[in-house]
């Protein structure tokens, strides 16, 4: 994380809010297209949407991310 690279504690903290996110965010979703769907194996296609996302997430973060910018 370039954006904490000052605070270390900063850093741990939103890896542990983004997964506390995620913790809550899959499941719910996995239950709402189960209980929608009455096919529990909708709950993968959620998981698999959702990874699909993250991976996107993680490359546009990527992108605009450069090491300079945390210092400007």
Sequence with gaps: MHV???APALSGS???AALNAGALVGPLL???A???TGDYRYAAW???GLAVVAVGVTGVVRDHASPGRAEE
């Design 14 to 16: 939103f890896a542990t």
């Design 4 to 6: 904490a690279s000052h």
């Design 46 to 48: 959620v998981s698999a």
């Design 30 to 32: 996995a239950g709402v």
């Design 34 to 36: 189960t209980e929608s």
